[in-house]
């Protein structure tokens, strides 16, 4: 019994003395945790400590690398390009735009450029602009070199072959921005001004290469870009390119029979664009801050007398009169489209011109003839500019179809005249804007009370009278009793257009059947095309003309009407020049070329004395009678009665 009360004392004893067992080992690992726990602090004490060390010693290193970074060498480029070339990641330079000012349509921000902990700031007519200033502005801080300037940009730089360039376009058919890149990568593109309302804007941008730059325009900055790179790569290594759909062609020489094939490409781009420039800078000047500056086409003609250019008119205006308003005593102008009242401006010069040769002047393009007229002086050139592809036979085409089979669609082969519409002649629309066929009967006259009743009155399309002018001159048959016929030394447009089909409306439809009299013949002018095509102007027409001589001031004329704003019959109505030519024949000193006399002038109608010019009403003559030979059709007139006045 004591042996077993004392088992089982020991046994009820026995956990009370493991727990105090696990209580004292508890304790122990108490200690030592906290012993560890403090030679933690204290290592993490220390290691903070070394930390900080490391930390300063990295900070200063990276001080000083940053002060002794040595840049990448690169080729000279754009400075954007060189400075992410020369510092790429950690050290690539940052950008950010601290400020924006100016109005929506002309902003200027300014960015700050970040570099090795230093700022640089440039401002631009857009964010990239900027971007580009401020990156010049490091660049030029670093290496005490002005980066802005892109003569700097070619040295070094090898340009590829025409050949290879050739081969290389008909492989690869590259954007000629991204041809221009690759061949020159010091490139600088710059936004030179914008204008215009927001619905139709135009900006200017300038592509610059070493000491040549060249501009181009378009209704938005990257279709500038675009012209100004095609300018500049015609410049550079004598490119064309294809006037429908502004593909850049191979080859320095001529064409496929569409252009002249005695034209350079290059040579012919750049006066187009001269010409056109030219045009658009005296309108700009003229007519920029009026409400007239809103136009449809435009046109205008450039003198050129021993290599020194000049604008002599310009015009613009897509109507013609309305048949209620024609005018028995010619004080009303018939044809308010652009490109004929620029040729009715050039004989309105003309005549002051012979005045001031018949005064004696040596200022005057003309020299007075012993044997009676006048004489053009040697080096005397008239070229012609319209923005865009004149109405009629010249128009007739499409940029965005092709031929197929029976179809009459353009821009395929051009064809030959009298298929389909190709080739004929047309009428332009009564106070519109198109033209309409001729009508079927070849009998069919215009009369006086006939339009007066409300019969549509038939005024001949632009691209007819451009063929007359090739064919008579646009000197018209007045100053024929004085001078020579004149002719136009090239046509440059403006716009896309099908040279097939242009050229076929200017000359090529006409077949003589018989020899044209002394000193007329078919002319054949370059047709050229611009580096800048321009757009299609979308909104409605205005019924006002506006022209502008020089030395003779602008003139508004109502369209539709035939008249000045102010009802007064305009300076290139009939009478206005017919009245020139009677007083240069009444007061003038020298006599005519033909056998005119001043009592038969006193007496005779314009109708007459139009007729009096025998030779140019027979080259007329056959004009007419070649053109219904070919199947173009017969020359409408307008009623006889309209040309009976007496000055």
């Not at 139709?200 to 060249?214: D, H, Q």
């Not at 759909?245 to 012919?268: M, P």
């Not at 005045?355 to 002047?361: C, E, L, N, V």
């Not at 109405?391 to 009298?418: K, Q, T, V, W, Y």
Request: glycine share 8%; proline share 5%; with cysteine.
């Amino acid at each position: 019994m004591e042996r077993s009360r004392s088992r089982s004392s020991k046994e009820h004893n026995a956990p009370s003395s493991n727990s105090s067992y696990m209580d004292n080992i508890s304790v122990v690992l108490d200690r030592n945790n906290n012993n560890n726990n403090e030679d933690d602090s204290k290592l993490t004490t220390i290691e903070k400590q070394r930390r900080k060390g490391r930390r300063r010693i990295r900070k200063s290193e990276k001080k000083s690398s940053t002060e002794n970074i040595v840049p990448r060498q690169v080729v000279l480029k754009n400075a954007v390009m060189m400075l992410n070339e020369m510092f790429p990641p950690p050290d690539a330079p940052q950008y950010k735009v601290i400020s924006q000012s100016g109005p929506p349509n002309n902003p200027v921000f300014v960015m700050v450029c970040t570099l090795n902990e230093k700022s640089f700031t440039g401002e631009g007519k857009s964010k990239k602009d900027a971007k580009l200033a401020c990156s010049q502005h490091a660049l030029q801080a670093l290496f005490g070199h002005d980066f802005s300037n892109p003569a700097c940009l070619v040295e070094g730089q090898k340009p590829r072959s025409v050949t290879e360039i050739e081969d290389w376009m008909e492989l690869e058919g590259k954007n000629p921005i991204s041809i221009l890149n690759e061949l020159y990568p010091g490139t600088q593109y710059v936004l030179l001004s914008s204008s215009g309302p927001s619905h139709s804007p135009e900006f200017i941008v300038r592509a610059t290469l070493g000491n040549v730059s060249m501009d181009g325009i378009g209704k938005s900055k990257k279709d500038a870009k675009l012209h100004a790179s095609k300018a500049l790569l015609v410049h550079l290594h004598k490119v064309g390119f294809n006037p429908i759909t502004g593909d850049l062609l191979a080859g320095s020489v001529g064409g496929k029979g569409d252009i002249s094939k005695e034209v350079d490409h290059a040579s012919a781009h750049t006066w187009a664009d001269k010409v056109g420039k030219m045009i658009y800078s005296k309108f700009n000047e003229v007519f920029m801050q009026t409400t007239y500056s809103k136009r449809k086409v435009l046109a205008g003609i450039v003198m050129t007398w021993n290599g020194e250019s000049k604008v002599v008119c310009l015009s613009t205006g897509t109507k013609c009169i309305n048949g209620e308003n024609i005018s028995l005593s010619g004080s009303s102008l018939n044809d308010s489209h652009a490109e004929i009242i620029a040729r009715r401006c050039l004989l309105s010069w003309l005549y002051e011109e012979l005045t001031k040769a018949d005064d004696g002047s040596n200022e005057s393009i003309f020299l007075p003839q012993t044997d009676g007229g006048f004489c053009l002086k040697s080096g005397i050139s008239f070229d012609l500019f319209i923005s865009t592809a004149p109405c009629g036979d010249a128009r007739i085409f499409s940029l965005h179809e092709e031929i197929n089979g029976e179809r009459n669609l353009m821009p395929g082969p051009a064809g030959h005249s009298g298929q389909g519409n190709r080739g004929k002649l047309r009428s332009k629309v009564e106070s519109g804007m198109g033209t309409v066929p001729l009508p079927l009967d070849e009998n069919f006259l215009q009369t006086w009370d006939g339009v007066l009743a409300g019969e549509r009155l038939l005024t001949m399309s632009c691209s007819d009278k451009i063929l007359r002018w090739n064919i008579l001159g646009f000197q018209g048959s007045l100053l024929c009793h004085w001078i020579q016929p004149i002719y136009f030394s090239s046509i440059t447009i403006g716009s896309r257009f099908h040279p097939g089909h242009m050229t076929r409306a200017f000359h090529s439809r006409f077949v003589p059947q018989e020899v044209l009299p002394e000193g007329f013949f078919l002319n054949s002018p370059p047709i050229l095309a611009t580096t800048s095509p321009e757009s299609r102007q979308v909104w409605k027409s205005s019924d006002c003309s506006v022209n502008w001589i020089s030395n003779q001031g602008p003139e508004i004329v109502n369209g539709s009407s035939g008249r000045t704003q102010n009802g007064q019959h305009s300076r290139l109505c009939k009478v206005s020049l017919a009245r020139k030519f009677h007083d240069l024949m009444m007061h003038g000193k020298t006599n005519p070329r033909t056998n005119l006399s001043k009592e038969v002038v006193k007496k005779a109608s314009y109708k007459e004395l139009k007729l009096m010019a025998v030779d140019y009403k027979e080259c007329k003559e056959v004009m007419i009678e070649s053109l219904k030979a070919t199947g173009a059709g017969k020359w409408m007139k307008k009623p006889v009665e309209q040309d009976q006045f007496h000055i």
